[in-house]
């Protein structure tokens, strides 16, 4: 059973500063990972998609590397901002025969000004 | 594109009843699929629907069904209602053949049982 894993689940820094966020995953035999953003009580907003065949993907300010064989991917964020306060979660897909994401339990980043 | 769009966005029943969630998928996407997020917690997986047949489930008794329809709209029906089941639920469309692109989600129903 694929389980997805966190960390932290908090985080608090001031604004301007590069962080790093951690997902890691028990199956690597993953087709693709998703990070997503979800602001309180509100859906989920895709940031970023990486195919199992790609080591990272880049949007803005925002940089999401994937180590199938470790079974990690980490969600680089620079220069933040106090708009980044969000929870951030990652979900892997299995691709033909499980069409299910699954998904961390999030780290909530809060931006200080 | 239009996004996945959900209704209603909030949502009180009492225990026992039953109640019908909807979707309507970002217009080209084929499959749709149903999570239920709890407080604190990460989405679950319900269900999955393509070409209106379910073709994956996850540990959800059946009081939890669903419906997709031509135009790739859904519905989540959940039955006897329990407390429990107050909850986030999101709707996620995506497009598969034989690659895959990520899924869209909605901005989700929020339903509270009493």
Request: glycine fraction near 10%; charged fraction near 15%.
């Amino acid at each position: 059973k694929q389980e997805v894993t966190q960390i932290p689940a908090a985080l608090s820094v001031p604004e301007g500063e590069n962080l790093v966020l951690n997902c890691s995953f028990t199956d690597s035999a993953i087709y693709n990972l998703q990070w997503f953003r979800q602001d309180p009580g509100k859906g989920l907003t895709s940031l970023l998609l990486i195919q199992s065949s790609q080591r990272e993907q880049t949007s803005g300010r925002l940089n999401a590397s994937l180590d199938k064989s470790s079974g990690r991917s980490t969600l680089y964020i620079a220069a933040s901002q106090p708009g980044d306060s969000a929870t951030y979660l990652c979900a892997v897909f299995l691709g033909a025969g499980s069409y299910q994401l699954t998904f961390g339990k999030g780290t909530k980043l809060s931006v200080i000004p | 594109e239009t996004g996945v769009t959900q209704s209603p966005t909030h949502l009180i029943k009492t225990r026992g009843q039953q109640v019908t969630l909807r979707c309507s998928s970002q217009s080209g996407h084929n499959t749709v699929s149903w999570y239920q997020q709890a407080l604190g917690q990460g989405p679950q997986f319900i269900f999955q629907y393509y070409r209106e047949e379910e073709n994956g489930r996850g540990n959800f008794p059946h009081r939890f069904s669903g419906l997709q329809f031509p135009n790739y709209s859904s519905e989540l029906n959940v039955n006897a209602l329990e407390l429990d089941d107050s909850a986030l639920y999101l709707c996620a469309s995506s497009f598969w053949n034989r690659v895959n692109y990520g899924y869209t989600f909605g901005s989700g129903t929020r339903l509270t049982v009493v």
